[in-house]
């Protein structure tokens, strides 16, 4: 196996556990694997930069405001819940 | 069964008076559970469903089944769990489409081996810029579109995990997976959603 097939075998095998490792749900050892890949590895540094901020801007979509209709329907529940 | 078996963990949570208020018949409390959140499950409705009439609908049906099945409610998990395992529920059995969604749903079995695409496009504007600064009506409709076409149970991940705040193992057991699941779900769904957005080239606010 060359070095660059190597290479692009354990960008692979790292990306698949990349929404683990933004998410911190991986163990140390693994953990450090991945940041020592990452300061070598221009494709996975674009790679993980783009998921996390796809991850943060889901995390920040503003709230849409509750329509009038549905706190209506809900009062109206709610009153025959007595 | 033994003692030990039957004893069960009473999760004393921010709703736990609340819902024992209820629960004893004070129905007047139970206005107070749906303000504090119709307006959470509302956006989650409009998240799974993609259109304002539909979360409508799942928000009402929530409440209808909260109110019918509180009293076998025993504190077992957080209330707002129990509350959005009957919304999922809702959703999961919901044969709706959202007009957003694809004729035939989009696989995201090409996810499962993902390499990294080559480095040789620059990372787009709105992977460097803050969240602040990019996300504006435009890229919130790119974004909420796409949610809708992922297939359901990608989307509900998704969406409980990166909007709502669940964690995997609440996650998974709201949806009843196991959390590795939840894990190859969420990193399948974060990666369609990214290619989703791979071409958005709007103007920064």
């Excluded at chain 2, 076998?72 to 509350?83: M, V």
């Excluded at chain 2, 359901?152 to 196991?178: P, Q, W």
Aim: charged share 35%; with cysteine.
């Amino acid at each position: 196996m060359s070095e660059k097939q190597h290479m692009d075998e354990h960008c692979k095998e790292l990306c698949n556990r990349l929404s683990e490792y933004i998410d911190g749900e991986i163990d140390d050892a693994d953990c450090e694997k991945i940041a020592a890949h990452l300061k070598g590895c221009e494709k996975c540094i674009t790679h993980i930069e783009t998921l996390k901020k796809t991850k943060e801007l889901c995390s920040h979509l503003k709230d849409k405001k509750v329509p009038e209709t549905l706190s209506a329907k809900l009062d109206d529940f709610i009153r025959g819940c007595k | 069964m033994s003692p030990v078996n039957q004893i069960s963990s009473t999760v004393k949570d921010e709703d736990y008076d609340l819902v024992n208020a209820i629960k004893s018949g004070d129905k007047e409390k139970f206005r107070d559970l749906v303000n504090k959140y119709e307006q959470r499950l509302f956006n989650f409705g409009f998240k799974m469903c993609g259109n304002p009439d539909d979360a409508e609908d799942l928000v009402q049906e929530t409440f209808i089944n909260v109110f019918r099945y509180l009293e076998g409610f025993r504190h077992e998990a957080k209330f707002r769990n129990w509350l959005y395992k009957i919304a999922t529920s809702i959703c999961l059995k919901t044969k709706r489409k959202s007009k957003f969604a694809p004729e035939q749903e989009v696989s995201l079995d090409e996810y499962a081996e993902r390499e990294p695409a080559d480095s040789s496009s620059s990372t787009p504007d709105w992977a460097v810029l803050p969240v602040d600064k990019v996300l504006n009506d435009e890229l919130s409709g790119v974004i909420r579109n796409a949610i809708v076409t992922l297939p359901k149970n990608y989307r509900l991940v998704v969406v409980l995990r990166d909007m709502e705040g669940f964690t995997t193992e609440e996650t998974a057991k709201i949806l009843e997976i196991t959390p590795a699941n939840v894990k190859v779900r969420l990193h399948r769904a974060r990666l369609y959603l990214r290619d989703q957005l791979k071409d958005y080239k709007g103007e920064a606010e």
